[in-house]
């Protein structure tokens, strides 16, 4: 198991001490977590390695997690789905089973938390116990609210304004609401498989497995195979550039075998990919954790071309490695990437291609990028500070006032 | 003459979202006009201590936003040029961007709009003062915590102490100043901590202190 200290050599143990201080500050409270699922998803992802760290600094926290039938949680990915922009209609009856199942659970509920913080749509109804309990509400949004279909933010509002505090990720996910909003961003583990150092025999393995030539400059996207990811554009950004210099790309990822839109786009990318062996597309099953972090420390440069992003922590997974990154301006990569400081943010293909030719012929300039992302990273956007924060929601929920001098 | 001891701080921010946006400098400035001023002193400082390892540091959020969204050059670098230093109290500092985006809007210099994609968000923070285990019973001692503590026990003093709490000087400046050493004092008021990085502004107070003890 991870302990708290293991972080000391990365961040220091100035930023382990403030958690404990944090923590201290926070003794006798009950931090409740709220989900809809165990396993699987970024959210059981971050509270399964999150949990445990913030009860080993004192944190009196724990996780609960609603049950829900097959209809509940085809109801609630319609809402998902309809939260991202998706025209879907969601029927009345459907909206009352969803508070009927959200009533349930609560009133299964054996221990409310002193703060209780539930994560996503899911739960969101619970807060209905708000005034019963008096304890302190809050609700974690992970999802990108850029979009949202009007009828289903409008149900959500009257539930989402029980709340004491709404915290996102992203400043563009923020809604208009009379309750505190805050922004928390997600984080990446970096003891994680995906993240932690490696040998260079471990990264060499995965090459050879592959077959990319590690003399040559290489150019990578991970994203699972996806539209939004353009895949297909960052081929001809490659194309544009392989003219002036030898390099060779790779486009790994996963995906679900039956998710029948993904296999089509892994087709057209296969597709576009055939006429030149120097394009590597590597369709990645699950737990190619090793496989992403290899790939990602054997590469020159580093593109996340998307058209349209959540957060993209493959950004901060990438610049944590010290690599220099290209990335499309959307979703929370702007966060990630301060221009000609910490990477490249891109507009369109043209610019893209432009800059991967400037970073490729450039190492030194290239490599300033790089060192100054994987700091970017460090400061802002690793797992000790996403607790930090959590933290600092908790406490800030028993304050007043924009100044706390506790 | 009694010293009173030093008693190291830090802080910790939460980040506020609120709902003000903009997308053209029109829209700015009545973002500037209303928002609290915590935020003005969030977008102005955020960069400090996020890109502290930087050298040049980005500039303050607005400048920012004007030169790489809106790619307005003149008026980002006329943002960028705002002497922060100079102003002691953050609504001095919001008056100073008004009179900037109302002469720029004035003479009608060029202007842009952007997507809704790259609006400027308004934010600002909650601050936590927390107390640290260091306490200085002189100059010697000053030195030697200054040279361990967290880079945001030092912002704490140098940037929080005067622009978010509105002390008259920074918190190093005032407790040698209460020591009588008022040249040291003097020396620290006079760096401009906006244009340095936060270690190379503790290695020069170390070197400015390490020069008064010397002495």
Partial sequence: ?406 | MTINPFYFKTRLHLVKLLTTKAKNPSELLQGIRIVPVSSIYYHTHRFLRQHHYLSPEPPNDFAFWLTNILYLRELGELFAGVDTVSYKKMEDLRSAFIRILEGYLKRKAPSAECADAYKFHFMSCITFVLPTPYVAKNPEEFMKILDKVSIDSLYFHIFEARMRLERDENDFSAWFKSMGRIKTAQAISNIDPYTITLEGLRRKIISIVSADAAN
Avoid at chain 1, 129 to 150: L, V
Avoid at chain 1, 179 to 196: A, E, F, G, T, Y
Avoid at chain 1, 292 to 305: D, E, P
């Fill in chain 1, 1 to 406: 198991m991870l302990r708290i200290d293991d972080y000391i050599p990365i961040v220091g143990q100035g930023v382990t001490d403030e958690l404990r201080f944090l923590a201290e500050r926070l003794k006798g409270r009950k931090i409740q977590n709220i989900n809809s699922t165990a396993v699987g998803g970024g959210v059981a992802e971050i509270l399964t390695r999150m949990i445990p760290l913030l009860r080993q600094i004192g944190v009196d926290a724990y996780w609960d997690v609603i049950r829900g039938n097959d209809r509940f949680f085809a109801i609630t990915k319609k809402l998902h789905n309809a939260l991202h922009g998706v025209d879907i209609e969601i029927l009345d009856d459907e909206y009352d089973y969803f508070l009927e199942v959200n009533r349930h659970n609560a009133a299964e509920m054996r221990h409310w938390g002193d703060v209780v913080f539930v994560h996503d749509p899911q739960p969101i109804a619970l807060v209905e116990n708000k005034q019963n309990i008096g304890n302190k509400w809050a609700w974690r949004c992970h999802i990108d609210f850029t979009r949202p279909q009007s009828d289903v933010i409008n149900f959500l509002n009257n539930y989402i304004e029980r709340y004491d505090s709404a915290v996102f990720s992203a400043p563009a996910f923020s809604r208009d609401l009379s309750i505190p909003q805050l922004l928390i961003c997600p984080s990446i583990d970096p003891l994680s498989d995906k993240n932690k150092d490696l040998t260079t025999d471990e990264i060499d393995d995965v090459l050879q497995t592959y077959g990319i030539d590690q003399d040559r400059p290489i150019v990578t996207q991970i994203s699972r195979f996806d539209y939004l990811k353009d895949p297909i554009g960052v081929i001809n950004v490659y194309q544009r550039v392989k003219r002036y210099l030898d390099c060779q790309l790779v486009l790994a990822g996963g995906g679900a075998t039956d998710d029948p839109e993904g296999m089509q786009v892994l087709d057209e990318v296969k597709e576009a990919a055939a006429s030149d062996p120097d394009i590597h597309v590597l369709f990645l099953p699950p737990a190619s954790d090793i496989t992403i972090n290899a790939l990602q420390r054997a590469s020159t440069v580093v593109l996340q071309k998307s058209l349209k992003e959540g957060f993209g922590l493959t950004v901060a997974e990438a610049l944590w490695k010290g690599k220099p990154v290209i990335a499309s301006a959307v979703g929370g990569i702007p966060l990630q990437i301060a221009h000609k400081y910490s990477g490249i943010l891109t507009y369109s293909l043209e610019g893209t291609a432009y800059y991967l030719k400037q970073l490729l012929q450039e190492p030194e300039y290239a490599g300033k990028l790089g060192a100054n992302g994987q700091e970017h990273i460090r400061n802002n956007f690793l797992i000790t500070r996403h607790i930090r924060d959590y933290l600092l929601l908790f406490l800030s929920m028993y304050y007043e006032g924009d100044v706390i001098d506790s």
